[in-house]
């Protein structure tokens, strides 16, 4: 018999008879005392080892919560369904089955996340062979501002062998030059000039084609057939890199002959739509942050970690030995991975972040882009099933299966939500029980799987909000979800909005359905309320419905915050700086602040009360800018760097005058300049990174947060709700309701 089949036959017997015995434990016929006993002593070990972050430590941690979680999930199935009831039935066994899916869900996190593998770099070896490195920046209809940063970052990156930049313009083939629509195809051929000249400029290379067909994978596959270097590094068109990203991953390339492809994270220098509308994204960790913080580390440990489709070098040999980029599916970058994986190459994650992406901008952007990774993940679910797939070890399946049966949460959170509305307004018993089995069941379930998240995960995502994005987005996905799980091959890619504005604050598009829910579920909590008063023998079960509802209806109330749209004007991020400068204009030279920075334009705070600078003039701005390190104490190296702005705007603040300005040349070496300045350095994204973990909460200040967060939000929806009414009052009408 072949070792390595061997292998997997015992690995296999041993999971079964683990799995096995962790049943026979949990479906164990014991007394309430016991059982009582059994929780009371998983929480106190679980507290004890809080501390120990050994891999040992954390595995029996997860083996304890397990067992809670199979003994509680074998309770509800045999106390808790109403087996006599036909017409309840039916609803309790989807509120059964969603919370299967959920324990199903946490269990298979546990198993991912539970031995991290934090991957380090490797420094690039000059006297091996130097692999060439083809730089893909594909792009469809973004705007100008969006590509070009990326373009130049691509463009003088720094690595001591042979590479190029090309961009693939789908905004430009022949399909869209020939559109029958005269404005678009005006619209697509200036931008592809624009384009096109800020690549020469540039020394990258423009390359399109002749029909935009499987969008941003056929755009890739097109290009794979014009370029032939060893390695292929792929940018989304937003996705700016610092100048060390190919001198940071091209070594494992050198050291591992058998790896197909690395992945970094996705940075955004802009907050979430969530985090920004709710005004917390200084107080919480990236919504992302999860997921390459800490999950990818885990997939890493089983060489499960998958491809994101941007961020990543693949080597190319890999890449046309699966075909190229996969167009089975709208997530080509997960499933390209599955068939890498499959072929028998490794993968890897490296945890330095190089890329400075823009998150959606606006609500209705992040529901857009969540909509296109739930269709495609449950593409790959349906269509190249992992757990059928040959080719891949026993870790990666179940890495891949975790992926991508996630993303059918929009279906089962809307059933978390819709449940309790059914109790109270409907009367439909979908939960036999009542408050003391909730304290001896229900309760240590819930409080020993939120210990383990936090432990798990408390660094890069508070407690209960999982739940808060989740709910966002579960809405809105739930059809598209339910669509293709119908029909696996409609679904079609549809870009993600970047460099959105949004001239004042406004609700999103989407709010009227939440504020249809939000009206439904707090009818049922008044309802339930009325009950419970009015209803004593009711009250031992109406008071486990009413505490889920009371839950939703924060979460809801969240949502409305995040649906709230802040105003923002500017297309392109501002980064923080705050560091020393000088403005000069005429003879005279003033110290200043230089508070943060675009590609184009800056923020300055003038400390002297008489300057005479006016809006309109033109200011030479001088900062201190990194180039490069010293060779014996590796110390960074600084010079000064002198640019040509525009004073458009002027503002007195509180530590002096505040000064806005823009570039006053469009040329690509003073973008340059203003980029190493802003995006040139890995180091400045790491101290971001490490700031978000240290906003960690233990999870009752977390719970009591949200709580606050939401009584604020409330009272900003209703605000904004009754400010945009009174604008539609006519001015007569007006006046006499603020008379009354």
Excluded at 106 to 118: C, D, I, N, R
Excluded at 183 to 200: E, G, H, M, N, P
Excluded at 640 to 662: D, E, F, P, W
Aim: with cysteine.
């Amino acid at each position: 018999m072949d070792p390595n089949l061997l292998k997997r036959l015992i690995k296999l017997l041993l999971v079964f008879c683990a799995i096995y015995s962790l049943f026979m434990l949990a479906t164990l016929n014991i007394s309430i005392d016991t059982h009582i006993w059994l929780a009371a002593s998983a929480f106190l070990f679980i507290v004890l080892l809080s501390k120990n972050y050994s891999t040992r430590a954390t595995a029996f941690i997860l083996i304890i919560g397990a067992f809670i979680s199979f003994r509680y999930i074998y309770w509800r199935f045999q106390e808790t369904l109403p087996w006599e009831s036909q017409l309840d039935l039916p609803f309790a066994l989807f509120l059964f089955a969603a919370e299967c899916y959920g324990i199903m869900i946490y269990v298979l996190g546990m198993f991912v996340t539970v031995k991290p593998y934090e991957r380090k770099r490797i420094p690039i070896d000059t006297n091996a062979p130097l692999p060439s490195v083809d730089i893909y920046i594909p792009t469809y209809n973004e705007p100008i501002d969006v590509v070009e940063p990326t373009i130049l970052a691509a463009a003088r990156m720094d690595y001591i062998g042979e590479f190029r930049v090309y961009v693939l313009d789908d905004g430009g083939t022949y399909q869209k030059l020939q559109h029958h629509d005269i404005d678009v195809s005006a619209t697509a051929k200036r931008r592809a000039d624009t384009l096109k000249i800020f690549c020469k400029e540039v020394k990258a290379s423009y390359i399109t084609r002749e029909k935009n067909e499987h969008a941003k994978a056929g755009n890739i596959n097109h290009a794979l057939k014009k370029t032939s270097g060893d390695l292929i590094l792929i940018l989304d068109a937003d996705h700016v890199p610092t100048r060390d990203f190919l001198m940071n991953t091209i070594g494992l390339f050198q050291r591992h002959p058998n790896l197909g492809f690395v992945q970094t994270p996705h940075f955004f220098v802009t907050p979430g739509p969530v985090e920004r509308n709710l005004g917390i994204e200084d107080k919480v960790p990236s919504e992302n942050e999860m997921f390459y913080n800490k999950i990818l580390l885990g997939m890493d440990s089983w060489n499960g970690c998958f491809f994101c489709g941007s961020a990543a070098v693949l080597r190319r040999t890999a890449l046309e030995e699966v075909g190229g980029i996969s167009t089975r599916t709208i997530t080509e970058d997960a499933d390209t991975a599955l068939n890498i994986h499959s072929k028998g190459w490794d993968s890897g994650y490296l945890n330095i972040a190089m890329v400075a992406g823009l998150s959606p901008d606006t609500f209705g952007a992040y529901v857009t882009q969540r909509s296109r990774w739930a269709q495609g993940m449950i593409q790959i679910f349906l269509l190249n099933n992992p757990l059928l797939k040959r080719g891949l070890s026993l870790g990666q399946r179940l890495c891949y299966f975790n992926s991508t049966v996630y993303w059918f949460f929009p279906i089962f959170r809307t059933i978390f939500l819709i449940s309790p509305l059914l109790y109270l307004l409907l009367d439909l018993q979908i939960f036999v029980g009542n408050v003391t089995d909730f304290l001896i069941f229900v309760m240590p379930h819930l409080v020993t799987s939120v210990m383990i998240t936090q432990r798990l995960f408390g660094g890069t995502r508070r407690a209960f909000f999982s739940e808060l994005y989740e709910t966002a987005l579960s809405i809105y996905l739930f059809l598209p979800t339910l669509s293709v799980l119908v029909n696996p091959t409609k679904p079609s890619f549809v870009v993600t909005p970047k460099g959105e504005t949004t001239k004042q604050v406004c609700f999103s598009k989407l709010t009227p359905f939440m504020a249809f829910i939000f009206g439904l579920v707090l009818l049922a909590e008044a309802w339930g309320i009325y009950r419970y008063i009015q209803f004593p023998t009711e009250q031992s079960q109406l008071i486990l419905v009413i505490i889920f509802n009371t839950f939703n209806i924060i979460l809801i109330i969240l949502c409305l915050g995040a649906m709230l749209e802040k105003q923002q004007r500017r297309s392109e991020p501002r980064l923080l700086v705050n560091e020393k400068a000088v403005i000069k204009i005429e003879n005279m030279s003033f110290k200043a602040t230089l508070n943060d920075i675009s590609l184009k334009g800056a923020q300055l705070t003038l400390h002297e009360g008489e300057h005479g600078i006016r809006q309109g003039d033109i200011v030479n701005v001088v900062y201190f800018t990194e180039k490069g390190k010293s060779t014996k104490t590796k110390k960074p190296l600084y010079q000064s760097v002198h640019l040509n702005m525009r004073v458009v705007a002027l503002k007195n603040g509180r530590h002096g005058t505040q000064i806005y300005c823009l570039l006053e040349s469009n040329l690509a070496s003073d973008m340059q300049i203003q980029y190493t300045k802003a995006y040139g350095q890995s180091s400045r994204w790491k101290k971001r990174r490490r700031y978000e973990e240290s906003l960690n909460q233990n999870i009752l200040s977390s719970a009591l947060d949200l709580f606050s967060l939401a009584c604020e939000n409330l009272s900003r929806v209703l605000t904004t709700s009754v400010r945009n009414r009174l604008k539609t009052i006519p001015v007569k009408d007006k006046k006499e309701f603020q008379n009354d």
